[in-house]
């Protein structure tokens, strides 16, 4: 199963899609080590994270100002014809949920972008 980017998603979130901290119904596993975690036993963290393009209002330059807007436009709509809406999407914003094990999560707080 691969996202929109082509990236394969963590190996436990097959299992894990939909649910949330209080299902029992499927197993639940942690998307690092893929330690199967328990429900209720205060055995694993929950963790969403949010990510956002720059939310800044662009910087203009004289050239920028100089260029056929129109065609400009068209182009970007172009561009946009050739993705799909999740694609789009994920350009500018991607919420996800990950399910750590006690282990994992005291090593990926410690250092997240690591």
Known sequence: MRNATGDSPPRSAVYNIGMDESSSLSPLFCDRCSRELHPGRGDFYVVR??????????????????????????????????????????????????????????????NPAG
């Open 49 to 110: 994270i949010e990510a956002l393009a720059d939310p800044t209002p662009p910087e203009f330059t004289q050239e920028d100002l100089e260029r056929d807007h129109c065609a400009e436009f068209a182009r970007l709509c172009e561009t946009l014809q050739n993705l799909s809406e999740r694609e789009a999407l994920e350009q500018v914003f991607r919420r996800l949920t990950i399910f750590l094990c006690n282990a994992c999560y005291a090593q990926w707080i410690e």
